[in-house]
């Protein structure tokens, strides 16, 4: 199988343009901060020099399925993470219905592993592991057959990878583990500036949600699922409405904790100050138009691209200090608290904040933000260079 889609490639390379043909492995394509990154590089992308398909864990449509397929690219379903022993048969037809491909840029953490060992086997020069998140704090309290599972996935990693990409070096041990394959770069997941430079009128945006102007609007945004750390935000939101009575808590987003999450809401007692707003595109709007502060209290992130736009919105954010420092880019709009500090605690600071002005406009934040390593236009240019170089040896390509 290796031969024969070798001799395909060489066939191919005979008659193939200069573009590079890249395969993104991910869950799917739905408003995630990862999907929404990689759909912002296909946007922002040479797309003539470089031909991106993504490969998806699902048969259901994703929210940018439309506008992935609207740009040129094809969104591919391999659904048989859950069957392991169909899988492989599945994403090597894949490969030769839909390629060949230059690249295999996998986005599934560990089981980056088992993807790019068979993309190996089937001969594509290049494949990448990136890793989004550091979960390490998680991965020491898994079981032994769970330990067992990312050590393989670890060597797995360091045998067929030919490079490794991280948002931060935490993130990138949790993947390379004790090996030194492949090599690891940092490459920062930058945000789409743009939609921060439209007009917001913000009683138009509250009014749809049905807010109050004078109601002061904690905002989060992320799947309801246990690293986001939904319980403890109603117990934040618990304690603040014990002493402001005109809040409100704005949730953006779904998932599978979402009737756990709305059962506690009632529990409290806080129907009437919780909003949920399910999955929404318009992030940036709802920041400016909406939110007086993000609540981020992750239990771990990767960088927390949200908290990204909450400064580039000129938000202030309180956010947990397991979150990256090197997202804190408008020092301040950034207030770190300890994940063991009580819930009071955080409610404290978020009464302090509303009393006290952040000292920056949202014109001087932006430009901050722009000026960073986390815009996506120095993403960009930065993955076109990693794309490029990785490539030159494999396919006798220029790197100019």
């Known amino acids: 199988m290796h031969y024969a889609y070798s001799l395909d490639r060489k066939e191919a390379n005979k008659q193939r343009p200069r573009s590079l043909r890249i395969l993104q492995v991910v869950a799917s394509m739905n408003l995630g901060g990862i999907e929404t990154w990689l759909k912002q590089i296909l946007h922002h992308i040479d797309r003539d020099r470089f031909q991106i398909d993504f490969l998806v864990h699902t048969s259901q449509p994703g929210k940018h399925d439309d506008e ?61 592991a990136h890793s989004h998140s550091d979960t390490s704090a998680k991965d020491t309290q898994a079981s032994w057959y769970r330990r067992w599972y990312l050590d393989v996935m670890q060597m797995s990693i360091a045998n067929h990878a030919t490079k490794g990409l991280a948002t931060t070096t935490e993130a990138a041990a949790v993947l390379s583990g004790s090996f030194t394959n492949p090599p690891w770069q940092i490459l920062n997941c930058g945000i789409d500036l743009t939609p921060f430079l439209d007009a917001v009128d913000p009683v138009a945006v509250r009014t749809e949600l049905g807010i109050p102007v004078d109601t002061f609007v904690i ?33 953006v987003g779904d998932g599978i904790l979402r009737p756990e999450i709305e059962q506690k809401v009632a529990h409290l007692g806080l129907t009437d100050r ?42 202030p954010s309180i956010v947990s200090d397991v979150v990256p420092e090197a997202g804190d880019i408008v020092k301040p709009l950034v207030q770190r608290i300890s994940l063991s500090q009580p819930a009071s605690t955080w409610a404290e600071a978020i009464l302090a ?12 934040a932006l430009k901050l933000v722009e000026m960073s390593p986390f815009n996506i236009l120095t993403s960009v240019k930065e993955l076109e260079k990693i794309y490029i170089q990785e490539s030159a040896s494999k396919l006798f390509l220029s790197v100019n």
């Open 68 to 128: 992935i397929r609207a740009l040129g690219s094809q969104i591919i379903s391999c659904p048989y993470l859950s069957q392991p022993w169909l899988y492989p048969f599945q994403f090597l037809q894949i490969l030769r219905k839909y390629g060949p491909y230059d690249i295999v840029h996998s986005h599934i953490h560990h089981f980056n592993g088992y993807i790019l060992r068979l993309a190996h086997h089937a001969g594509i020069p290049v494949r990448i």
């Open 219 to 251: 905002g989060h945004i992320g799947r309801f699922v246990k690293v986001k750390n939904h319980s403890f935000i109603l117990d934040i939101i618990a304690e603040v409405a014990k002493k402001e009575p005109k809040i409100c808590l704005l949730l």
């Open 274 to 315: 919780v909003i949920f707003a399910g999955v929404r595109s318009d992030i940036p709007r709802l920041m400016r138009g909406a939110m007086d502060l993000l609540l981020f209290p992750s239990l771990y992130e990767g960088m927390g691209n949200v908290r990204l736009e909450a400064q580039a919105a000129g938000l």
């Open 353 to 364: 904040t509303r009393k006290t002005e952040p000292g920056i406009t949202q014109a001087e």
